[in-house]
């Protein structure tokens, strides 16, 4: 079986220092171990300070600077960060939020997705950049923009985003007339004469109707799939170099399966106690308990996540080496952390793991970000684990092929419909998922994120889908093919692909009808007779499949019928456990051997699990 070296990176702001420490800060990373950097993703004003008038002096040394030293450069395109003589030139490139007010200048991602003179601007500097860089030896990877979506950038209710999404839906629908009678708009009078009268559906006095909302959902995401192409587009004449995006952890307002289809490597931005802080929804004990070693399990479901997107190639772009600035409490990562992070991320398949930043700036927004050298230039807690990390992974043999047995379905579109109407406060599609997600983890089971819409799922002996809202049919049809089992969860095929209720009651599956809903009060579950209890959500159905459990009042949860099951409720982690336990000893594999190829990272997976159980059990002694 072939093999890959794991590798190391970092990235690095040439724009930020005095060129006389270039070449010693290349040097620096080399003798590090370290053999990628990523510069120029922020770079545009120092590129183009004017209009059409380039510095390209100051960049062409740094590449070289870079090169010569022996490091792989990735190259950016500086799109996240508009000159503001761009604003001046583009009042309206602004994207605005949902209360209606446009988004100021003076940080960064200020920019509306379908703005089309901001796009003409990013494909001229594309161009520029890649007919200068595009064959230069030392650029071996592209990075596209800066984390689409990020600071809630993906949505915007600005006047542009108005025009284009009335086009986006005459395109779609062609008619008025069609539009009012898929959206439903006989409901309170909401019908249109014409596209050009349909406003964003923010600012109503309640809420808007769903098929409304999800459509503008729709038009959002592919606003950010062809502003990506749009670069691809022109990067892709100069060079054959790989190009990449770094996406950003729990960003699910596009679909980054279709981004990623038009990329050649996906990458996403690992900061686990940034992320435990800041978008977790765990509980405060679980936080404090993993303050500085991060949810263990949040990095491994992203990286199952891009290894999905990336077809199979994916990085990390960014990952912390010590606290970041930029969470509601900013710990320092228990000692060991940070070489974990990097190790778990190989053992999912990284390519590369590249750290965020090269030195701490002493300047501006991230001044108490750490790098990799204090602002002084000296080696930090995080520079000198990552320089015997180095040492260590020379040691490796390099990092094998996995082949999971179990794929779990993660469905961008399912996000926005549960968005849209949640039904429950707590109902959140990512947590649905990701409660699956470590219910398997807990049982040590390797999982393949899968696409809805990948119809060669032959290789799972297990594919789990819950909550995917509509177009379920190729799923269906894929399983029954492979005689694949099939999990479905609650509000499985709930919805037309107009967000209606299907003629055919759900969850569409012959034996089943949903005859009414139940949402949960946190403080009131529903108990099961076996272990454990239902949370946030639960179906009433009427069924000839086989009752597997059911609460402690007689109503059918787990219903299976051959090869499929489907889950009337959701789990809380008790019942999930029970409800694992019991799928996996009655089937007849053994999830955790793969069927035709073992893993082999080489180190043993063994020690990886021990060390990082170690360092889970070192921190909870701690605290
Ligand atoms: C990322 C971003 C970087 C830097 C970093 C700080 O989201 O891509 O530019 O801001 O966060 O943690």
Same mark, same amino acid.
């Given at each position: 079986?072939?093999?890959?070296?794991?590798?190391?990176?970092?990235?690095?702001?040439?724009?930020?220092?005095?060129?006389?420490?270039?070449?010693?800060?290349?040097?620096?990373?080399?003798?590090?171990?370290?053999?990628?950097?990523?510069?120029?993703?922020?770079?545009?004003?120092?590129?183009?300070?004017?209009?059409?008038?380039?510095?390209? $002096?100051?960049?062409?040394?740094?590449?070289?600077?870079?090169?010569?030293? %022996?490091?792989?450069?990735?190259?950016?395109?500086?799109?996240?960060?508009?000159?503001?003589?761009?604003?001046?030139?583009?009042?309206?490139?602004?994207?605005?939020?949902?209360?209606?007010?446009?988004?100021?200048?003076?940080?960064?991602?200020? =920019?509306?997705?379908?703005?089309? %003179?901001?796009?003409?601007?990013?494909?001229?500097?594309?161009?520029?950049?890649?007919?200068?860089?595009?064959?230069?030896?030392?650029?071996?990877?592209?990075?596209? $923009?800066?984390? =689409?979506?990020?600071?809630?950038?993906?949505?915007?209710?600005?006047?542009?985003?108005?025009?284009?999404?009335?086009?986006?839906?005459?395109?779609?629908?062609?008619?008025?007339?069609?539009?009012?009678?898929?959206? %439903?708009?006989?409901?309170?009078?909401?019908?249109?004469?014409?596209?050009?009268?349909?406003?964003?559906?923010?600012?109503?006095?309640?809420?808007?109707?769903?098929?409304?909302?999800?459509?503008?959902?729709?038009?959002?995401?592919?606003?950010?799939?062809?502003?990506?192409?749009?670069?691809?587009?022109?990067?892709?004449?100069?060079?054959?170099?790989?190009?990449?995006?770094? =996406?950003?952890?729990?960003?699910?307002?596009?679909? &980054?399966?279709?981004?990623?289809?038009?990329?050649?490597?996906? *990458?996403?931005?690992?900061?686990?106690?940034?992320?435990?802080?800041?978008?977790?929804?765990?509980?405060?004990?679980?936080?404090?308990? &993993?303050?500085?070693?991060?949810?263990?399990?949040?990095?491994?479901?992203?990286? !199952?996540?891009?290894?999905?997107?990336?077809?199979?190639?994916?990085?990390?772009?960014?990952?912390?080496?010590?606290?970041?600035?930029?969470?509601?409490?900013?710990?320092?990562?228990?000692?060991?952390?940070?070489?974990?992070?990097?190790?778990?991320?190989?053992?999912? %398949?990284?390519?590369?793991?590249?750290?965020?930043?090269?030195?701490?700036?002493?300047?501006?927004?991230?001044?108490?970000?750490?790098?990799?050298?204090?602002?002084?230039?000296?080696? *930090?807690?995080?520079?000198?684990?990552?320089?015997?990390?180095?040492?260590?992974?020379?040691?490796?043999?390099?990092?094998?092929?996995?082949?999971?047995?179990?794929?779990?379905?993660?469905?961008?579109?399912?996000?926005?419909?549960?968005? #849209?109407?949640?039904?429950?406060?707590?109902?959140? =599609?990512?947590?649905?998922?990701?409660?699956?997600?470590?219910?398997?983890?807990?049982?040590?089971?390797? #999982?393949?994120?899968?696409?809805?819409?990948?119809?060669?799922?032959?290789?799972?002996?297990?594919?789990?889908?819950?909550?995917?809202?509509?177009?379920?049919?190729?799923?269906?049809?894929?399983?029954?093919?492979?005689?694949?089992?099939?999990?479905?969860?609650?509000?499985?095929?709930?919805?037309?692909?107009?967000?209606?209720?299907?003629?055919?009651?759900?969850?569409?599956?012959?034996?089943?009808?949903?005859?009414?809903?139940?949402?949960?009060?946190?403080?009131?579950?529903?108990?099961?007779?076996?272990?454990?209890?239902?949370?946030?959500?639960?179906?009433?159905?009427?069924?000839?499949?086989?009752?597997?459990?059911?609460?402690?009042?007689?109503?059918?949860?787990?219903?299976?019928?051959?090869?499929?099951?489907?889950?009337?409720?959701?789990?809380?982690?008790?019942?999930? !456990?029970?409800?694992?336990?019991?799928?996996?000893?009655?089937?007849?594999?053994? #999830?955790?051997?793969?069927?035709?190829?073992?893993?082999?990272?080489?180190?043993?997976?063994?020690?990886?699990?021990? *060390?990082?159980?170690?360092?889970?059990? !070192?921190?909870?002694?701690?605290?």
């Amino acid at each position: 079986m072939d093999k890959r070296k794991p590798e190391l990176g970092v990235c690095y702001y040439p724009e930020h220092w005095p060129e006389e420490i270039w070449a010693d800060d290349a040097r620096r990373m080399v003798e590090m171990g370290l053999s990628w950097v990523r510069i120029a993703e922020f770079a545009w004003s120092r590129i183009e300070p004017k209009p059409g008038h380039f510095q390209f $002096d100051w960049l062409d040394r740094a590449i070289k600077t870079l090169g010569d030293a %022996g490091l792989n450069v990735v190259m950016c395109t500086p799109t996240a960060t508009p000159p503001r003589w761009m604003v001046d030139k583009y009042p309206d490139m602004l994207a605005y939020d949902a209360e209606g007010r446009p988004r100021g200048f003076g940080s960064r991602r200020h =920019y509306d997705f379908s703005h089309s %003179g901001y796009i003409q601007e990013c494909c001229r500097i594309a161009e520029v950049l890649g007919a200068r860089y595009g064959r230069n030896s030392a650029v071996q990877a592209w990075q596209i $923009d800066n984390e =689409y979506g990020c600071h809630d950038t993906t949505l915007s209710y600005s006047p542009v985003s108005k025009s284009a999404f009335q086009l986006w839906l005459s395109e779609k629908y062609e008619d008025i007339a069609e539009l009012n009678a898929r959206w %439903g708009n006989i409901f309170w009078s909401m019908e249109y004469d014409r596209f050009d009268q349909i406003e964003l559906p923010n600012l109503t006095v309640t809420e808007p109707n769903p098929s409304h909302a999800m459509d503008f959902r729709r038009f959002a995401s592919d606003a950010v799939v062809m502003f990506n192409l749009a670069q691809v587009e022109v990067l892709r004449a100069h060079t054959d170099a790989p190009l990449i995006h770094n =996406y950003m952890g729990r960003i699910t307002e596009f679909d &980054h399966y279709e981004v990623g289809d038009n990329l050649d490597i996906a *990458s996403w931005d690992s900061y686990p106690l940034g992320f435990l802080e800041d978008r977790s929804d765990r509980d405060q004990d679980f936080k404090r308990q &993993h303050m500085r070693c991060g949810d263990p399990d949040f990095q491994a479901f992203h990286h !199952d996540i891009y290894r999905r997107v990336g077809k199979g190639r994916w990085w990390v772009m960014e990952q912390q080496p010590g606290p970041v600035n930029w969470a509601p409490h900013n710990p320092i990562p228990t000692p060991g952390m940070v070489r974990l992070w990097a190790l778990e991320a190989f053992a999912h %398949g990284a390519e590369v793991v590249c750290f965020f930043r090269w030195r701490q700036a002493p300047f501006a927004q991230e001044q108490m970000h750490a790098g990799l050298l204090l602002p002084d230039g000296t080696l *930090s807690a995080g520079g000198r684990e990552i320089q015997s990390l180095a040492e260590e992974l020379n040691t490796m043999n390099g990092i094998g092929e996995g082949a999971p047995r179990v794929g779990l379905v993660f469905d961008y579109p399912s996000q926005w419909a549960w968005d #849209v109407q949640p039904q429950d406060i707590q109902f959140d =599609y990512f947590r649905l998922v990701y409660d699956i997600y470590r219910g398997l983890r807990r049982r040590n089971i390797p #999982v393949d994120i899968i696409n809805p819409n990948d119809t060669n799922i032959e290789k799972y002996a297990t594919v789990f889908a819950p909550g995917i809202f509509s177009n379920v049919e190729t799923l269906k049809a894929a399983a029954e093919k492979s005689q694949t089992h099939l999990v479905m969860g609650p509000r499985f095929g709930s919805r037309t692909e107009d967000f209606t209720i299907p003629r055919e009651l759900p969850p569409q599956l012959e034996g089943i009808r949903i005859t009414a809903v139940e949402t949960l009060r946190d403080d009131a579950p529903l108990n099961l007779q076996s272990a454990g209890a239902i949370k946030i959500w639960w179906e009433v159905v009427e069924t000839d499949w086989s009752v597997i459990k059911q609460t402690r009042s007689k109503d059918p949860i787990v219903l299976q019928s051959g090869y499929k099951t489907y889950w009337a409720g959701w789990p809380d982690d008790a019942a999930l !456990d029970d409800w694992l336990g019991d799928l996996f000893t009655h089937l007849e594999y053994d #999830v955790s051997e793969p069927r035709e190829k073992s893993r082999n990272y080489g180190f043993k997976t063994g020690q990886l699990a021990v *060390s990082y159980l170690d360092a889970k059990a !070192d921190w909870s002694q701690v605290s």
